[in-house]
């Protein structure tokens, strides 16, 4: 808050008005002589003189306090400018940063989605090798009874040709969905990253 002058500590303590105080009469109203009355005149003029120079100066600190105003406004209006654009890049920031956390929940499904598959495949595989293990076994004791068993063989190795075809399907469709998982966890790790 601006600092409040009374009209003397303006004029430097000097007095700005006759010693006359409120409710006494400046002047009788029948001076008694001339010199009186010029001494009442010269009094007036100088009271006169410092009022106006008071006004002068009160004019003056009046002025620059407006433009310190004025000043002090613009930067007020500038303040609350950059004070907005801050808000709106926060909240820019906010909606980005919550739309990122959707998209990594997202990918974290689909890579938990694609664990639980390889995991399925890879039992089949397993249970695939099992079979297969099975079959070369009953292919060797099918080699011994080679004579006996030969229309039996010729079925067993046909069979056996397609459980090789299938665990080859099954190897290649679990190698497929290892490289997803693997492109999959890469960008869940390049978009943390980013944050």
Known sequence: MANI???????????LVSDNKLGDLPFNRYPSSQ?????????????LDIALSSGIQLGTRNSLLIKNNESFSEHVCQLEDVARELKNESNQKEISLTSTKSEIATKLEEIQALYSRVEELEQNVSLAEKRLSEMDSFKHKSELEYIKLSDENISLDLTNMGLEDT??????????????????QKAVIEKDSLL
């Open 5 to 15: 002058y009374t009209l003397n500590e303006i004029n430097n303590g000097a007095l």
């Open 35 to 47: 010199t009186e009355l010029e001494n009442q005149v010269a009094c007036l003029k100088h009271d």
């Open 167 to 184: 665990l080859a399907k099954k190897k290649d469709e679990s190698m497929r969905v290892r490289d997803d998982l693997l492109s999959a």
